[in-house]
């Protein structure tokens, strides 16, 4: 089976640089994906790395490092809007996701 | 697109009554996933299907939750008969086989509270 870690919630101010990091086990693994959602919206899909390395898409980025199983998503230039949870997913055998317990971002004015 | 559609959008029902959600994904999407989101439990998948056909049913928590989808453009899950602790968000998701990438996209989801 899978299991993720990241942490509950993280708070940063307007303008700043948050990193949130995302640790998995699992038995069979095709890449690591983050999804963002919004109080009383859907996920929508953020990112995804299958190879280690950085991945860059506007003010977000996420990286990965399969040896040491770990990945984290990077957010630049805060912006209010941005406030929201970010869910780490694997993708495990198939095209099953596996959702980690999400991290609460807020930003602050 | 319209993007995946869910319908009710919202429903309460007392305990013990059967509950149907349905779900239309992304027209050319062949797979198709139910969702459960709670706060303590976080997002848990249910089911999915590939081509109408259903590959994992090991997340359906008992025997009172069914799921079908008929074609490809219609699924539903069902409740019966339903309990307090199924009150949920329920999400539907859709994705298209594309290399060893998946995406998912996401319905907005139905929230059910059973009294």
């Known amino acids: 089976g899978q299991s993720l870690e990241q942490p509950s919630e993280v708070t940063a101010v307007e303008g700043a640089i948050v990193q949130i990091n995302c640790t998995y086990q699992?038995?069979?693994?095709?890449?690591l994906s983050w999804y963002q959602q919004h109080d009383g919206g859907a996920p929508t899909f953020l990112s995804y790395n299958g190879l280690d390395g950085l991945e860059e898409t506007g003010r977000f980025s996420s990286f990965l490092s399969r040896s040491d199983s770990y990945g984290y998503l990077l957010l630049q230039e805060l912006q209010m809007k941005d406030s929201a949870s970010y869910f780490c997913a694997v993708q495990g055998s198939a095209r099953q996701l596996t959702f980690g317990s999400g991290t609460q971002l807020t930003v602050l004015p | 697109d319209a993007g995946v559609i869910q319908s009710p959008r919202h429903e309460v029902t007392e305990m013990g009554q059967e509950v149907t959600l349905r779900c239309k994904p992304i027209?050319?999407?062949?797979?198709l996933f139910w969702y459960r989101q709670t706060m303590m439990r976080g997002l848990e998948l249910l089911i999915y299907?590939?081509?109408?056909?259903?590959?994992?049913d090991s997340g359906m928590p008992e025997d009172r939750f069914s799921a079908k989808m008929p074609n490809a453009s219609f699924s539903t899950l069902k409740i019966q008969p339903s309990e307090p602790r199924d009150s949920a968000v329920y999400f539907c998701?859709?994705?298209?086989?594309?290399?060893?990438?998946?995406?998912?996209?996401f319905g907005p989801g139905t929230r059910l509270l059973v009294l």
């Open positions: 027209s050319g999407h062949d797979y």
């Open positions: 998701a859709s994705s298209l086989t594309q290399g060893a990438m998946e995406t998912q996209y």
């Open positions: 699992t038995s069979g693994f095709y890449g």
């Open positions: 299907f590939n081509n109408n056909v259903p590959i994992d």
